[in-house]
C-alpha cells in the first residue's frame, strides 16, 4: 500500500490512486483520542437513589367493622326490588340474622387473609360506639408504629353526615348512633389505611381531609404557644400518614344491581378475579365466548397462588397488569408509597384499579386518598380482557372433557413488546411500559433466560435505566437469582449486576448480607467465563469491597485475592485492570488482606502489569501497589522491607508516557510518605539545607540575543486555557505553583502578579515559613526545580540496586521530579506531597530561629488542616476567594504581560491568610509545642495532618473507569454510526483532505518556477521559532519561546495565543500536528525533554491539554544545543525523539511508554530526525556533521546501518524522502547540500547554497528547498541546484528589509513557504498567482 506522499511524485495519478489516498485516510490510527484523553478524569455523579424503600412497613392489624343489621333496612336508602343482596359472597336472607352476620364477618376475615395471613384481625359485628373506640385502641397499642387498616361496611346504617360523622348502633339496637371521623382518627392513629364501604362514601373522605388540617394547625398552635389550653391537652395524633379507599363520590349511592354483590367494592378489593370473570361475562362481549355461564366460573380449577394453574395464572396476569397501569401512570414517588411499600395496601391498591373500572360502568366512582389519576381507560385492561377470553374459551372442554389447559400467551407477548420497545426506538422517549411485566416473568422459569436477557439490554441504555428498573423493584428479585445454581444465568445476572453496583454501589451490603458475593467469587473462578464476564464478576468484588469491612472480610474468607492473582496476566485488558483494583480496594485499610497478598507475593505478581501495554492497567498496578503500602498499621522489618521494594518498583515509572499512571504514582508515593513520614521529614531537611548553599545557574539568564525576547508594551492578551490550571506562569519567575500558594520575589524583585485563582482555600499543604526577609521559603516551584537539578538526577536510572537506607531519598528525587512535570495535576499533586512533608520537617526543627514576634500576640493554630484567621497581620494582602479545589479554576497564566504591577508589602501571608509561622512563637518554645494559646481541637494535629495528605490525595482513576459499567456497552460507537454527526464531519474532512492533495499536485506537477509572491504577513506576538502549515486546513502554529499563535494564513486573521506551559529557562523548539488528517492535536516538544499535547486550538473553543510527558530525562536545556527535535510517524503512531541526549527515543503513543532507545554512538546532539515507516528507517542529522541511518528492527548494537560524515558542520536538516527508494537529503551550516542513496557509502550528489545557514526545509512534494540565512535573506532552489527565487525585503510598507530568519517552513502539499525572523514577522510565499 503507497502512502498518499509518493503519489505525489508520479504523473499521471489515476483515479483509482486518488481513492487509495482517501482510504488510507479512513485506516491511519489515531493518536491521543481515548477516552482517558478526551475526558475528566471522575466518576460519574451519583444519582439521588429514591427507589430503596426508606421505611418498608406492614399492615399488622385489621379491624372489621360491619354494621349489616340484617333484615333491617336503614332509614335514608329506598332499595330497588329485587336488589344487590349478597354480602362477602353470601345471601344473608338465606339463615338466620345473627348466623348470616357471624359468616359474613368470617368470610370477610378469610377474603382479606388471602393477602396478609399474618395480621391480626378483630370483627366487629353491628357494634356501639365504644365497641369501636375499644377495638381501635387496643389495635393501635399493638401495633405500635405499623399499620392499621379499618374497614367499615354501613350496608345497613344510613349514610354518612355531611358533618362527618359514620352510623354505628346502640346497646340494644333501638337506635343508630353517629361516630365522629375526628374521634375515629383519635383512636386509629398513624398510619393507617380505612376502607369504607358505603354510600356517599366521599363525604368520608372529604371530612377525614378537614378534620386532619384542623389537627395540624391545633399542634401548630400548641407548638408556638405552650400557655394555650390547646397545648394542655394530650397531643393529637399526625394524620399525614393515612390512606383512604371509598366506595363512591360524596353525591353517590351504591350500585343496586341484583347480579351484582351488595359489596361490590369490597369484593373487588378483596375477591377482584371472582368479581372480574362475573363482570367480564356480564359484559355484551362475553357472548363471543360460547358455553361460559356464571355457573361455570365458580369452577374454574386452580388456586390463586399457584401459578401453573388457570386460576392461578389469571390472578399472575391481573398483578401484572394492575402493577403497570399503576407504574406508568402514577407519579414515582406515590408509586412507591403505595405500591411497593406494604404488601397489603399494595393489594388493596392493585385491586382498587379494578374496583374504578368495574364500578365506574355502574355510575360510582371510587374515590382514595391519595387520589389517583384515572385508569379505568388505560390500553393495559384490553390485554387483561383478552387474557380472561383467552382462559375462558377454554373451560367448557376442561371441565367437560378434562382436555390440558394451554398457558396464556400473554407474558411472551409482553416481553415482545418490550424487544420492540428496544429495538427500534429512539434515545428521548417515555420508558417501556411493559417494565414491571418484565419483573413479573422474573418469576416464571419458563421466561426467566429472556427477560433477563431484555432486562440486560434495557439497563444497557444508561443510568437513567437502572434507576428506573430499580424503580419498579427489581432488586429483590435479581437478588434472590443469585441463589440459583442454573449455569445459563449467569453471564445475564453478571451484567445485570454489574450495571445495577456501577450506578448504586451501597448494594454491597445487600450482596454480602444475602451471601450474593459468593455467586460472583465463583464466576471469577470459573475459567470457561468468557472474560468479560470475568471482567463484570471482579468489578462487582471490587464494589463490594470498596471501603466496606464485612465485604472485605467476605471476599477475603471466599479466597479473592488468589483468585485474582491467577488473573492478573489474562490477555483481556478490562480484566486485567480490574483484577489489580479488586486487589488495591480489598487490602485498603485491612490488613489481614496485606499479609494474605503478602503470602501470595502479590505485590511480585502485580509488577508485571507496571510495564503493561495498556495505560490504564498499569495505572489500576499502581493504585493497588499503593493501597498495598498504605496501610496504617504496625510496620515490622518484613512488611518495611516489602514496602521499600514496592517503592523502588513504582519508582521506575516516573518517566511513564501516561500522566494518568503518573498521577497515580504521585498517591501511591503519598502513601509511602504518609507511613514513614519521619523518614521523610530528615530527607527534606537535607535537600532544603543542600538547596539554600547552593546555586544552579539558570540557563536563562545566559540567553544569548537571538532567543532573547524583546521587551516588547505590544503583547496581546493571551487566551485562557482550561486545563492549564498551574499558575506556574503567573508571573516573569513563573513561581506561583496552582496548588502550592506561596509567594516569592522573583529575581528582578518584580511583584508577583495575583489572579483570583492563585490562592485556594482548600490547599492547605503549604504555608510560608521563615524569617520576614524571604530568605527561606517552604518549597515554592522554583526551590523544588532547583533541587531537581541539584540532586544529579541522571542517578535516576541506576536506580535499583541502592541501598535501602537511601530509599527515602531516591523516592523524594521521584516527587522532586514529578513536581516539575509538565502535566499540571501530576506536578500539582506532587507539590502538595512534598510541601506537606517539608511543613512538618519545617515546623518540628526551626523552632529556634524564631523571631520574637513583637507586635503580634495573636496566634494562629499551628495545624496546617486548620484555616487561618488572621489575615491584616503583617501588612498583606487578604487572600482571594475561589473554589474549594485548585483544580477546578479554569483561570490560566499567560506569559508575562511585562506590566509591572503596584508594589505590595513586604511580604503576603499565604493559604487562606495564615501569617506565616515564625510569626507565631515566642523564641523560648519548646522543639515540639504548639506555640501559646494553641486552640483545643487543634491537639490532634499530627493525626489530622496524616489524614490531610491521604484524604486529600486521590485521582478518581477507580470511579472514572467503573463509568465504563454505567455507560451502554452493547450501542454502536458514534464513530461507527454512518448516520452520526461525527462520522459526517470525519467523512467531511476526508474529503476535504483529497481536495487539497489533488488540487496541490496540480500546481506542483506543473513544475514552480518562483516562489516569492508574498501571501501573508503579519507581526507575531513572540520571536517566531518554530513554524508548521497544519497539512489540510488553512492554519498555520507559528511558537515562540514559550507560547503559540495560530493564524490562518488565507484571511489573514489570528485565530489564537496561548502560553505552552514550560519553565522559563527552557524554550519550544519542535511542533508537529498529530492526526492531521482528522481530529488535530499539536504536539509541542520544548528542550528540556517534556512534549505536550494540545487540543481545541485555532477555534471558538479554549485550547486544552491533552496529555504531556517527559520524552526524554536526563535534557539540559541550553541556549547553544538542538534542544529536542522530533518527527511523528501517523501510520504506526509512533514518535521519534532526540536532541541533546545520546540516544533516540521511540515512543508508542497507543500504549503512551517508551518502546526503544536507539543509542546515537555520537558525542554531539542530533539536530534533525526524518523516519519512513515502510522501511522502517530512521535518519539523523547531528550536530558533528554526521548523517546517521538507523534501522529500528534490528537490536541496539547493530542498527545504525550507515555513517555519512561527508559534511564539515552542524547539520541543519536532514530528510529521509518517503517513496520506496527516496533518498536522504541533508544540509549543514556551511550551505552544502548532499544526496546519499541509503544503501551506498557516499553521497551522489552535492550542491553549494548560501553560507550561513540558519533554517532550511524541504517540500516533500515539489522538489524545492529553501535555505534562510543568518544575513537576511532567503534563497530557494530547485532540485537541481538553482536558485529560483531570492527574498531580502518584504512586500508593502516601504519595502522592509527582512530581519534574520529564525525558522522557515514549507507546506506538506501546496507550494507555500512560512518565514518566520528575529524582527517578530511571520511571512508567506508561494508560486505565482496564475499557478494558483
Given at each position: 500500500m503507497k502512502m498518499d506522499s509518493d503519489l505525489l511524485h508520479s504523473p499521471a495519478v489515476g483515479l483509482a490512486e486518488e481513492e487509495e489516498a482517501d482510504m488510507n485516510d479512513w485506516k491511519l490510527p489515531l493518536a491521543f483520542m481515548k477516552k482517558r484523553h478526551s475526558e475528566k478524569i471522575e466518576g460519574c455523579k451519583a444519582l439521588a437513589q429514591s427507589w430503596r424503600m426508606k421505611d418498608r412497613m406492614k399492615t399488622v392489624s385489621v379491624a372489621l367493622v360491619l354494621c349489616l343489621n340484617v333484615g333491617v333496612d336503614p332509614p335514608d336508602v329506598v332499595k330497588t326490588s329485587p336488589c344487590a343482596r349478597l354480602e362477602c359472597w353470601i345471601d344473608p336472607l338465606s339463615m338466620s340474622p345473627q348466623k348470616a352476620l357471624e359468616t359474613i364477618g368470617a368470610n370477610l376475615q378469610k377474603q382479606y387473609e388471602n393477602w396478609q395471613p399474618r395480621a391480626r384481625y378483630k370483627q366487629s359485628l353491628d357494634p356501639t360506639v365504644d365497641e369501636v373506640k375499644k377495638l381501635c385502641t387496643s389495635l393501635r397499642r399493638n401495633a405500635k408504629e405499623e399499620r392499621v387498616l379499618f374497614h367499615y361496611n354501613g350496608h345497613g346504617v344510613p349514610r354518612p353526615t355531611v358533618n362527618g360523622e359514620i352510623w354505628v348502633f346502640n346497646k340494644n339496637y333501638t337506635q343508630y348512633i353517629p361516630l365522629s371521623i375526628y374521634d375515629l382518627q383519635t383512636w386509629m392513629g398513624s398510619p393507617s389505611i380505612f376502607v369504607y364501604d358505603c354510600s356517599n362514601a366521599g363525604i368520608i373522605v372529604k371530612s377525614f381531609k378537614q378534620f386532619a388540617l384542623q389537627r395540624e394547625q391545633e399542634l401548630e398552635v400548641a407548638a408556638i404557644n405552650p400557655s394555650h389550653p390547646l397545648a394542655q391537652m394530650p397531643l393529637p395524633p399526625s394524620m399525614k400518614n393515612c390512606i383512604q379507599l371509598a366506595a363512591c363520590e360524596a353525591s353517590e349511592l351504591l350500585p343496586m344491581n341484583p347480579d351484582l354483590p351488595a359489596d361490590l367494592f369490597t369484593s373487588c378489593l378483596t375477591t377482584p378475579i371472582k368479581i372480574a370473570l362475573r363482570w367480564f361475562c356480564m359484559q355484551k362481549s362475553a357472548k363471543l365466548v360460547p358455553g361460559v355461564t356464571l355457573d361455570l366460573i365458580e369452577k374454574i380449577p386452580g388456586r390463586l397462588n399457584d401459578r401453573r394453574t388457570p386460576l392461578g395464572e389469571l390472578n399472575w396476569i391481573f398483578t401484572a397488569i394492575t402493577d403497570t397501569i399503576a407504574w406508568n401512570v402514577l407519579p414515582r414517588d406515590l408509586f412507591q408509597k403505595l405500591f411497593r411499600q406494604d404488601l397489603l395496601v399494595a393489594s388493596l391498591f392493585r385491586n382498587?384499579?379494578?374496583?374504578?373500572?368495574?364500578?365506574?360502568?355502574?355510575?360510582?366512582?371510587?374515590?382514595?386518598?391519595?387520589?389517583?389519576?384515572?385508569?379505568?381507560?388505560?390500553?393495559?385492561?384490553?390485554?387483561?380482557?383478552?387474557?380472561?377470553?383467552?382462559?375462558?374459551?377454554?373451560?367448557?372442554?376442561?371441565?367437560?372433557?378434562?382436555?390440558?389447559?394451554?398457558?396464556?400467551?400473554?407474558?411472551?407477548?409482553?416481553?415482545?413488546?418490550?424487544?420492540?420497545?428496544?429495538?427500534?426506538?429512539?434515545?428521548?422517549?417515555?420508558?417501556?411500559?411493559?417494565?414491571?411485566?418484565?419483573?413479573?416473568?422474573?418469576?416464571?422459569?419458563?421466561?426467566?433466560?429472556?427477560?433477563?436477557?431484555?432486562?440486560?439490554?434495557?439497563?444497557?441504555?444508561?443510568?437513567?435505566?437502572?434507576?428506573?428498573?430499580?424503580?419498579?423493584?427489581?432488586?429483590?428479585?435479581?437478588?434472590?437469582?443469585?441463589?440459583?445454581?442454573?449455569?445459563?444465568?449467569?453471564?445475564?445476572?453478571?451484567?445485570?449486576?454489574?450495571?445495577?453496583?456501577?450506578?448504586?454501589?451501597?448494594?454491597?451490603?445487600?450482596?454480602?448480607?444475602?451471601?450474593?458475593?459468593?455467586?460472583?467469587?465463583?464466576?471469577?473462578?470459573?475459567?470457561?467465563?468468557?472474560?468479560?464476564?470475568?471482567?463484570?464478576?471482579?468489578?462487582?468484588?471490587?464494589?463490594?469491597?470498596?471501603?466496606?469491612?464485612?465485604?472485605?472480610?467476605?471476599?477475603?474468607?471466599?479466597?479473592?485475592?488468589?483468585?485474582?492473582?491467577?488473573?492478573?496476566?489474562?490477555?483481556?485488558?478490562?480484566?486485567?485492570?480490574?483484577?489489580?483494583?479488586?486487589?488495591?480496594?480489598?487490602?485498603?485499610?485491612?490488613?489481614?488482606?496485606?499479609?494474605?497478598?503478602?503470602?501470595?507475593?502479590?505485590?511480585?505478581?502485580?509488577?508485571?502489569?507496571?510495564?503493561?501495554?495498556?495505560?490504564?492497567?498499569?495505572?489500576?498496578?499502581?493504585?493497588?501497589?499503593?493501597?498495598?503500602?498504605?496501610?496504617?498499621?504496625?510496620?515490622?522489618?518484613?512488611?518495611?522491607?516489602?514496602?521499600?521494594?514496592?517503592?523502588?518498583?513504582?519508582?521506575?515509572?516516573?518517566?511513564?508516557?501516561?500522566?494518568?499512571?503518573?498521577?497515580?504514582?504521585?498517591?501511591?508515593?503519598?502513601?509511602?510518605?504518609?507511613?514513614?513520614?519521619?523518614?521523610?521529614?530528615?530527607?527534606?531537611?537535607?535537600?532544603?539545607?543542600?538547596?539554600?548553599?547552593?546555586?544552579?545557574?539558570?540557563?536563562?539568564?545566559?540567553?544569548?540575543?537571538?532567543?532573547?525576547?524583546?521587551?516588547?508594551?505590544?503583547?496581546?492578551?493571551?487566551?485562557?486555557?482550561?486545563?492549564?490550571?498551574?499558575?506556574?506562569?503567573?508571573?516573569?519567575?513563573?513561581?506561583?505553583?496552582?496548588?502550592?500558594?506561596?509567594?516569592?520575589?522573583?529575581?528582578?524583585?518584580?511583584?508577583?502578579?495575583?489572579?483570583?485563582?492563585?490562592?485556594?482555600?482548600?490547599?492547605?499543604?503549604?504555608?510560608?515559613?521563615?524569617?520576614?526577609?524571604?530568605?527561606?521559603?517552604?518549597?515554592?516551584?522554583?526551590?523544588?526545580?532547583?533541587?531537581?537539578?541539584?540532586?544529579?538526577?541522571?542517578?535516576?536510572?541506576?536506580?535499583?540496586?541502592?541501598?535501602?537506607?537511601?530509599?527515602?531519598?531516591?523516592?523524594?528525587?521521584?516527587?522532586?521530579?514529578?513536581?516539575?512535570?509538565?502535566?499540571?495535576?501530576?506536578?500539582?499533586?506532587?507539590?502538595?506531597?512534598?510541601?506537606?512533608?517539608?511543613?512538618?520537617?519545617?515546623?518540628n526543627a526551626r523552632p529556634q530561629r524564631i523571631l520574637d514576634s513583637g507586635s503580634l500576640t495573636q496566634s494562629a493554630p499551628a495545624s496546617p488542616t486548620s484555616k487561618g484567621t488572621h489575615i491584616h497581620q503583617a501588612g498583606g494582602s487578604p487572600p482571594m476567594p475561589s473554589t474549594s479545589s485548585s483544580s477546578l479554576t479554569n483561570e490560566v497564566p499567560k506569559p508575562p504581560t511585562r506590566e509591572q504591577p503596584a508594589t505590595r508589602p513586604p511580604y503576603t501571608p499565604t493559604l487562606g491568610g495564615q501569617a506565616p509561622h515564625s510569626h507565631q512563637f515566642p523564641r523560648t518554645r519548646k522543639m515540639f509545642d504548639k506555640g501559646p494559646e494553641q486552640a483545643a481541637e487543634d491537639s490532634d494535629e499530627p493525626g489530622g495532618h496524616r489524614n490531610y495528605i491521604s484524604l486529600a490525595l486521590q485521582t478518581g482513576l477507580c470511579d472514572w473507569s467503573a463509568k465504563y459499567f454505567a455507560q451502554p456497552v452493547m450501542k454502536i460507537p458514534e464513530e461507527h454510526d454512518l448516520e452520526s454527526q461525527v462520522r459526517m464531519e470525519r467523512q467531511w474532512r476526508f474529503l476535504r483532505n483529497t481536495r487539497v492533495r489533488r488540487q496541490s499536485r496540480c500546481i506542483t506537477q506543473r513544475g514552480v518556477s518562483r516562489l516569492d509572491d508574498q501571501i501573508f504577513i503579519n507581526r507575531n506576538p513572540g520571536v517566531p521559532s518554530v513554524v508548521k502549515f497544519h497539512p489540510f486546513n488553512t492554519c498555520i502554529a507559528v511558537a515562540d519561546k514559550d507560547s503559540i499563535c495560530f493564524w490562518d494564513w488565507e484571511k489573514g486573521e489570528r485565530l489564537d495565543y496561548f502560553y505552552n506551559g514550560n519553565p522559563r529557562y527552557t524554550r519550544i523548539t519542535a511542533m508537529e500536528y498529530l492526526n492531521g488528517h482528522d481530529c488535530s492535536l499539536l504536539l509541542t516538544a520544548t528542550d528540556d525533554g517534556a512534549l505536550r499535547i494540545w487540543k481545541n486550538f485555532a477555534d471558538q473553543k479554549n485550547p486544552e491539554m491533552v496529555t504531556a510527558w517527559q520524552g526524554l530525562s536526563d535534557m539540559l536545556p541550553t541556549t547553544r544545543g538542538a534542544g529536542m527535535v522530533v518527527d511523528w510517524e501517523q501510520e504506526t503512531g509512533l514518535l521519534m525523539t532526540s536532541g541533546d541526549v545520546r540516544v533516540v527515543r521511540i515512543w508508542d503513543t497507543d500504549r503512551e511508554m517508551k518502546v526503544q532507545d536507539i543509542p546515537t554512538g555520537a558525542d554531539s546532539c542530533v539536530t534533525s530526525l526524518s523516519c519512513d515507516s515502510q522501511r522502517s528507517l530512521i535518519v539523523a542529522g547531528l550536530g558533528d556533521g554526521s548523517v546517521r541511518v538507523f534501522d529500528r528492527r534490528m537490536g541496539p548494537n547493530e542498527c545504525r546501518v550507515m555513517t555519512y560524515r561527508e559534511h564539515g558542520a552542524w547539520v541543519v536538516k536532514a530528510h529521509l524522502q518517503k517513496e520506496t527508494d527516496g533518498h536522504i537529503i541533508s544540509v549543514s551550516v556551511n550551505g552544502d547540500v548532499r544526496f546519499f542513496e541509503p544503501r551506498t557509502p557516499d553521497s551522489i550528489n552535492v550542491l553549494q547554497t548560501v553560507k550561513g545557514l540558519t533554517a532550511l526545509d524541504i517540500h516533500p512534494q515539489a522538489n524545492l528547498f529553501a535555505c534562510g540565512s543568518m544575513n537576511q535573506f532567503i534563497a530557494v532552489y530547485n532540485a537541481n541546484g538553482d536558485v529560483i527565487s531570492n527574498i531580502k525585503y518584504y512586500d508593502g510598507f516601504m519595502g522592509q528589509r527582512i530581519g534574520a530568519i529564525s525558522c522557515l517552513a514549507f507546506h506538506p502539499y501546496w507550494p507555500h513557504l512560512a518565514v518566520g525572523s528575529n524582527d517578530y514577522y511571520m511571512s508567506i510565499y508561494s508560486a505565482e498567482k496564475r499557478l494558483r
Open positions: 382498587f384499579l379494578l374496583a374504578e373500572r368495574i364500578m365506574r360502568s355502574y355510575n360510582c366512582t371510587p374515590v382514595s386518598s391519595p387520589r389517583l389519576p384515572p385508569t379505568y381507560m388505560h390500553a393495559m385492561w384490553q390485554a387483561w380482557d383478552l387474557a380472561v377470553d383467552i382462559c375462558l374459551s377454554q373451560l367448557p372442554t376442561i371441565i367437560e372433557e378434562g382436555t390440558a389447559f394451554r398457558h396464556s400467551p400473554f407474558f411472551a407477548e409482553q416481553l415482545t413488546a418490550f424487544q420492540v420497545w428496544l429495538t427500534m426506538g429512539v434515545e428521548n422517549r417515555n420508558p417501556p411500559e411493559q417494565l414491571p411485566i418484565v419483573l413479573q416473568v422474573l418469576l416464571s422459569q419458563v421466561h426467566r433466560l429472556r427477560a433477563l436477557d431484555l432486562l440486560g439490554r434495557f439497563l444497557d441504555l444508561g443510568p437513567w435505566a437502572v434507576s428506573l428498573a430499580l424503580s419498579v423493584g427489581i432488586f429483590p428479585y435479581v437478588l434472590k437469582l443469585l441463589q440459583s445454581s442454573a449455569r445459563e444465568l449467569r453471564p445475564l445476572l453478571v451484567f445485570i449486576w454489574a450495571k445495577i453496583l456501577a450506578v448504586d454501589s451501597s448494594c454491597q451490603a445487600d450482596l454480602v448480607k444475602d451471601n450474593g458475593h459468593k455467586y460472583f467469587l465463583s464466576v471469577l473462578a470459573d475459567s470457561y467465563m468468557p472474560a468479560e464476564h470475568r471482567t463484570m464478576a471482579v468489578f462487582i468484588l471490587a464494589v463490594i469491597v470498596n471501603s466496606y469491612n464485612t465485604g472485605q472480610e467476605a471476599c477475603l474468607q471466599g479466597n479473592l485475592i488468589a483468585n485474582c492473582l491467577e488473573q492478573l496476566s489474562d490477555p483481556h485488558p478490562l480484566l486485567r485492570q480490574w483484577v489489580a483494583i479488586c486487589l488495591g480496594r480489598i487490602w485498603q485499610n485491612f490488613d489481614p488482606a496485606r499479609w494474605c497478598g503478602v503470602r501470595d507475593s502479590a505485590h511480585e505478581k502485580l509488577y508485571t502489569l507496571l510495564s503493561d501495554p495498556i495505560p490504564e492497567v498499569r495505572c489500576a498496578a499502581v493504585f493497588a501497589l499503593g493501597t498495598f503500602v498504605g496501610n496504617s498499621a504496625e510496620r515490622t522489618d518484613h512488611s518495611t522491607t516489602i514496602d521499600h521494594n514496592v517503592a523502588m518498583m513504582l519508582a521506575q515509572l516516573i518517566n511513564d508516557g501516561s500522566p494518568v499512571v503518573r498521577k497515580e504514582l504521585v498517591v501511591a508515593l503519598s502513601h509511602l510518605v504518609v507511613q514513614y513520614e519521619s523518614n521523610f521529614c530528615t530527607v527534606a531537611l537535607q535537600f532544603i539545607e543542600e538547596e539554600k548553599n547552593y546555586t544552579v545557574p539558570s540557563p536563562a539568564n545566559t540567553t544569548e540575543p537571538g532567543n532573547l525576547t524583546p521587551v516588547s508594551p505590544a503583547i496581546p492578551r493571551l487566551r485562557s486555557v482550561n486545563s492549564y490550571t498551574n499558575i506556574r506562569a503567573a508571573t516573569t519567575a513563573r513561581n506561583l505553583n496552582k496548588s502550592l500558594q506561596n509567594l516569592n520575589l522573583n529575581e528582578e524583585g518584580g511583584p508577583a502578579a495575583f489572579s483570583p485563582g492563585n490562592l485556594s482555600t482548600s490547599s492547605s499543604a503549604s504555608s510560608t515559613l521563615g524569617s520576614p526577609d524571604n530568605d527561606e521559603y517552604i518549597l515554592s516551584f522554583e526551590t523544588i526545580d532547583k533541587m531537581r537539578r541539584v540532586s544529579s538526577y541522571s542517578s535516576l536510572n541506576s536506580l535499583i540496586g541502592v541501598s535501602f537506607n537511601s530509599v527515602y531519598t531516591q523516592i523524594w528525587r521521584v516527587l522532586l521530579h514529578l513536581a516539575a512535570d509538565p502535566f499540571p495535576e501530576v506536578s500539582d499533586l506532587a507539590m502538595k506531597v512534598l510541601n506537606s512533608i517539608a511543613y512538618k520537617a519545617t515546623m
